[in-house]
T-cell receptor, first 108, second 115 residues
Framework: RKEVEQDPGPFNVPEGATVAFNCTYS??????FFWYRQDCRKEPKLLMS???SGNEDGRFTAQLNRASQYISLLIRDSKLSDSATYLC?????????FGSGTRLSIRP | GAGVSQSPSNKVTEKGKDVELRCDPI?????LYWYRQSLGQGLEFLIY????????KSGLPSDRFSAERTGGSVSTLTIQRTQQEDSAVYLC?????????????FGPGTRLTVT
C-alpha cells in the first residue's frame, strides 16, 4: 500500500462547479499535511496547509480527519485557472511524502 | 526576492556517464530537499538536508546517487553511471527551517534525459 494515495483523476468539471478530492495516508504518526498545486511542466507550489480544525482560503477548504487518516480539498465556484494537478503532501519527521496527484480540468 | 534556482535546466547524457545537478536554495533557508519526478508521476523523496548534514538519505534509490551540501547553502546531487531509468525531472526545494509546518519552495527542476 502506498504511504499517500490519491485518485489520479482526471476530474473534468464545468466552470463554476464544486469539486472535492480526498487523500489517504497510511502512517498514523504523520504530523503535518499540505495541498500543493502543480501546473503542467512547472514546479509544485503550496496551495494551503491542512489543520485539524479545518481551514478555508477563499474558494478552497481543506479538512483533516486523523481518525480515518484522510485529508480533503474542496474547491467551490471553480475557475478555468484552477486546472492543474493537486498534490497531497504528508510530513512525518521531515520525511515528506507526496501523493501522485489528482488532475483537475475545468471546462468552459 | 530570488527563489530556488537549479542548474542545468536540461541535461542530456549518455548511459554510463556521471552527472551533477546543482541547487541554490533561498538565502537563509536551512532545510533543503531533493525529489525526483518521472513523467506523469508524483514526487519521489530522495534526500533532506538540515544545514550541511543529511539526517535522512532513505530515499536515494541506489548507491549511484549521492548528495552534498556545503556552507549551508548550495547542494549538488550526483548520479554516477547513469541509467535510462534515471531519466526524470529532479526538483530541489528549500524551507526556512526544517519544521513540519514550513512551506517548501521549489526550484524549476532539472530535466535529465539518459540516452
Amino acid at each position: 500500500r502506498k504511504e499517500v494515495e490519491q485518485d489520479p483523476g482526471p476530474f473534468n468539471v464545468p466552470e463554476g462547479a464544486t469539486v472535492a478530492f480526498n487523500c489517504t495516508y497510511s502512517n498514523s504518526a504523520s504530523q503535518s499535511f499540505f495541498w500543493y498545486r502543480q501546473d503542467c511542466r512547472k514546479e509544485p507550489k503550496l496551495l494551503m496547509s491542512v489543520y485539524s480544525s479545518g481551514n478555508e482560503d477563499g474558494r478552497f477548504t481543506a479538512q483533516l480527519n486523523r481518525a480515518s487518516q484522510y485529508i480533503s480539498l474542496l474547491i467551490r465556484d471553480s475557475k478555468l485557472s484552477d486546472s492543474a494537478t493537486y498534490l497531497c503532501v504528508v510530513n512525518m519527521n521531515h520525511k515528506i511524502i507526496f501523493g501522485s496527484g489528482t488532475r483537475l480540468s475545468i471546462r468552459p | 526576492g530570488a527563489g530556488v534556482s537549479q542548474s542545468p535546466s536540461n541535461k542530456v547524457t549518455e548511459k554510463g556517464k556521471d552527472v551533477e545537478l546543482r541547487c541554490d536554495p533561498i538565502s537563509g533557508h536551512t532545510a533543503l530537499y531533493w525529489y525526483r519526478q518521472s513523467l506523469g508521476q508524483g514526487l519521489e523523496f530522495l534526500i533532506y538536508f538540515q544545514g550541511n548534514s543529511a539526517p535522512d538519505k532513505s530515499g536515494l534509490p541506489s548507491d549511484r546517487f549521492s548528495a552534498e551540501r556545503t556552507g549551508g547553502s548550495v547542494s549538488t546531487l550526483t548520479i554516477q553511471r547513469t541509467q535510462q531509468e534515471d531519466s526524470a525531472v529532479y526538483l530541489c526545494a528549500s524551507s526556512l527551517v526544517p519544521g513540519t509546518d514550513y512551506e517548501q519552495y521549489f526550484g524549476p527542476g532539472t530535466r535529465l534525459t539518459v540516452t
